[in-house]
């Protein structure tokens, strides 16, 4: 049951130019959208979040964009920085859940910015 | 800056043996979790821990699977008898609001059952 597809396992830009990522999802009760960005041998870090209130957040030199309609989100990454090259993962959850937030994870995203 | 800290990092084991893997989570964090990633597969949720109980578990987390908080600051996985598809990327987080936000994830330990 895969409630969040990432449907690009791999994506390659050059340096300088926009990275774009995607993520869609089919459960409508996420309220609730990360991006952690992954290296080898290290644990997720958190990027960027948007919550279903919202159709765009911005942080530097990340965007992520809601679609609600579509169900579908993307990561901007502009400009592209070979050290941004990592797996990006999408991640959803339910706000109201009471005290669980556990986080429903795509497969990730794997990106090469090349010099 | 705050990090959830995990031990070992790497934990060769015996099938059927007992296991500890090991967290200390952000101290002013409520909300606990493990999630675990097999090679080549998607990161999955196994446990949510709050208020020294569990909140919600997986069907991955069956009764070979335990988690204790056990003195207020560690934060362990217990698997009782591990088995071969056992072998993952285990990785802790812990949180210190609801929705999601400031949902912090240790560096892992890699557990490989042989």
């Known amino acids: 049951d895969q409630q969040v597809k990432q449907n690009s396992p791999s994506l390659s830009v050059q340096e300088g130019r926009i990275s774009i990522l995607n993520c869609d999802y089919t459960n409508s009760m996420f309220d609730y959208f990360l991006w952690y960005k992954k290296y080898p041998a290290e644990g997720p870090t958190f990027l960027i979040s948007i919550s279903s209130i919202k159709d765009k957040n911005e942080d530097g030199r990340f965007t992520v964009f809601l679609n609600k309609s579509a169900k579908h989100l993307s990561l901007h990454i502009v400009p592209s920085q070979p050290g941004d090259s990592a797996v990006y993962f999408c991640a959803a959850g339910v706000s109201n859940a009471g005290n669980n937030r556990k986080l429903i994870w795509g497969l990730g995203t794997s990106l090469a910015v090349n010099p | 800056e705050p990090e959830v800290t995990q031990t070992p990092s790497h934990q060769v084991t015996q099938m059927g043996q007992e296991v500890i893997l090991r967290c200390v989570p952000i101290?002013?964090?409520?909300?606990f979790y493990w999630y675990r990633q097999i090679l080549g597969q998607k990161v999955e949720f196994l446990v949510s821990?709050?208020?020294?109980?569990?909140?919600?578990k997986s069907e991955i987390f069956d009764d070979q699977f335990s988690v204790e908080r056990p003195d207020g600051s560690n934060f362990t996985l217990k698997i009782r008898s591990t088995k071969l598809e056992d072998s993952a990327m285990y990785f802790c987080a812990s949180s210190w609001t609801t929705g999601g936000y400031g949902y912090t994830f240790g560096s892992g330990t890699r557990l490989t059952v042989v």
């Open positions: 821990f709050y208020n020294n109980e569990i909140s919600e």
């Open positions: 101290s002013n964090h409520l909300y």
